[in-house]
T-cell receptor, first 112, second 112 residues
């Protein structure tokens, strides 16, 4: 069964600190993996998208990694800011029907 | 370029009623997907339309239906509303299979 699991479920860190969010998936055949940021009550916004051959992709202070062999991805946030408080969702696309399988998300809270 | 527009933003209905939500995709996008998001849950995929045809469908009861018009605008209908249907309903549009999805702000539906 195609699944995406994220950890931790929630995370609280101090402003200025770094953090890493994890995503494990069992989707096969794999097409690509996306990380989305979702502010409360708003639609998700894409941060990065990676295909099978890409190991790392950065978007400002956000760096995503992908290990297609172990089917794991991580999202690293550097020098966190209060505006980083949001849910971060890992989404994996299956090749063929391109159906998106969504993780439950990690709720990140940045405290001053 | 205007983003994905969902109407209405907020809606309150009573049990047993039916509701229709609307989504206008980004100009030129032919794929529209619908998602349900409840507190503590990941985004649950409802269905995807491409060029007026339903291409993918999630595991939701038949009370949830949708359609897409020739101008790519899409509507989602929920009949015989239940309390558990209270959720944020998100619409996403993309240019095609495997392309990046852009989300609307969502419609917050409350069933009382």
């Amino acid at each position: 069964k195609n699944q995406v699991e994220q950890s931790p479920q929630s995370l609280i860190i101090l402003e200025g600190k770094n953090c890493t969010l994890q995503c494990n998936y069992t989707v096969s055949p794999f097409s690509n993996l996306r990380w989305y940021k979702q502010d409360t009550g708003r639609g998700p916004v894409s941060l990065t998208i990676m295909t099978f051959s890409e190991n790392t992709k950065s978007n400002g202070r956000y760096t995503a990694t992908l290990d297609a062999d172990t089917k794991q991805s991580s999202l690293h946030i550097t020098a966190s800011q209060l505006s980083d408080s949001a849910s971060y969702i890992c989404v994996v696309s299956a090749r063929g029907n391109y159906q998106l399988i969504w993780g439950a998300g990690t709720k990140l809270i940045i405290k001053p | 370029k205007a983003g994905v527009t969902q109407t209405p933003r907020y809606l309150i209905k009573t049990r047993g009623q039916q509701v229709t939500l609307s989504c206008s995709p980004i100009s030129g996008h032919r794929s529209v997907s619908w998602y349900q998001q409840t507190p503590g849950q990941g985004l649950q995929f409802l269905f995807e339309y491409f060029s007026e045809t339903q291409r993918n469908k999630g595991n939701f009861p038949g009370r949830f239906s949708g359609r897409q018009f020739s101008n790519s605008r899409s509507e989602m209908n929920v009949s015989t509303l239940e309390l558990g249907d209270s959720a944020l309903y998100l619409c996403a549009s993309s240019a095609g299979a495997g392309q990046r999805a852009f989300f609307g702000q969502g419609t917050r539906l409350t069933v009382v």
